[in-house]
């Protein structure tokens, strides 16, 4: 093996396609969105060079920090639910159900597997207040609480938390089935020895397990906050972005800019942004975990 990677035949040959591949699928179109930003119009209309004008329009724009901003809290609140959740259920699998789990994981995990505007025509069922009231308004009605029955999709708030609770439902399963596998990992030596040494119920779990199982939340942490910071079909498929613009994330909005309102640099700016975002995000949250590992 040691010759073979020495060998630089060998290792263009082996590394070549895929370097090819890696290269047109993600830092050409990089570079060239970058090049965008540059530039105002569209292939239509023709490009006109514009500087810096896009960067200075964006921080300008407050419907780009409205929809920073619920981008941000919605990583926020489907984050903290998946991966929370997500750790409760794994626990629950391993040290409840133990061999007798798969049929409810399998359960669970369903809701990932299921088209994003299937899940969103379900929920859009259950919230809805027209032409009849759906299951969430008509239970409301029936035990009494009058003043809960809302058009929950038409208000900017409340299909904040329909949208968080959709997606949250939908991915918790994924997210379960990663840290049980990261659970199943753990020496039951060790946790042999801590319920020895006195430890059970939540101090087993503070002290032992969740320590120990730190490297895989971390990754799912982070894959799952890039996931919702670029969220789009699901925002498409519920809400629209609506009422009006309170439920539109960055990503809805770029493409707004870019092929509603043929305005692509100023599109790719917020691409970018985006992209930006996500990079830092992730850099923070591996820092976070290099120092508690």
């Known amino acids: 093996m040691e010759r073979v990677l020495r060998d630089r035949t060998a290792a263009v040959i082996f590394l070549g396609p895929a370097l090819v591949i890696y290269v047109c699928i993600l830092l050409i179109p990089i570079g060239w969105s970058i090049g965008y930003t540059f530039f105002s119009g569209s292939p239509i209309s023709g490009f006109t060079f514009a500087g810096f004008q896009n960067y200075t329009t964006l921080v300008q724009d407050r419907r780009f920090w409205d929809a920073f901003w619920f981008s941000t809290r919605y ?18 699998y391993h040290f409840y159900l133990k061999r ?17 505007v299937a899940v969103a025509a379900i929920f859009q069922k259950l919230f809805a ?13 029936l035990i009494g609480l009058h003043s809960l029955v ?13 949208l968080v ?3 949250v439902w939908r991915a918790m399963g994924f997210y ?10 753990i020496p039951a030596e060790t946790i042999e020895a801590a319920r020895l040494d006195g430890a059970s ?12 199982l730190m490297p895989i939340t971390i990754s799912a942490l982070i894959f799952s906050l890039n996931g919702t910071l670029k969220v789009f079909d699901s925002v498409v498929a519920l809400t629209g972005g609506g009422p009006g613009n309170a439920t539109t994330p ?25 992209t930006l975002y996500c990079l830092i995000v992730s850099l923070l949250a591996y820092r976070f975990a290099r120092r508690d590992v």
Request: charged share 5%; proline share 5%; aromatic share 14%.
């Open 150 to 162: 809302q058009p929950w999709l038409g208000r900017g708030q409340t299909a904040f938390w329909v």
């Open 250 to 274: 960055l990503t809805l909005y770029m493409y707004r800019a870019a092929f509603t309102n043929n305005a692509y640099g100023y599109g790719s700016t917020i691409a970018v942004m985006l």
């Open 129 to 141: 207040i027209a032409p009849q009231y759906g299951v969430v308004n008509a239970v409301f009605d």
């Open 165 to 167: 609770i959709m997606d």
């Open 201 to 212: 119920g939540w101090a087993l779990a503070q002290l032992v397990i969740l320590p120990l």
């Open 75 to 92: 990583a926020i609140f489907v984050t903290g639910g998946q991966i929370g959740l997500g750790l409760a259920l794994a626990l629950f």
């Open 100 to 116: 007798s789990s798969a049929l409810i994981r399998t359960l669970v995990f369903f809701p990932v597997v299921l088209p994003t």
């Open 176 to 185: 379960a089935v990663i840290l049980y596998a990261g659970l199943i990992e």
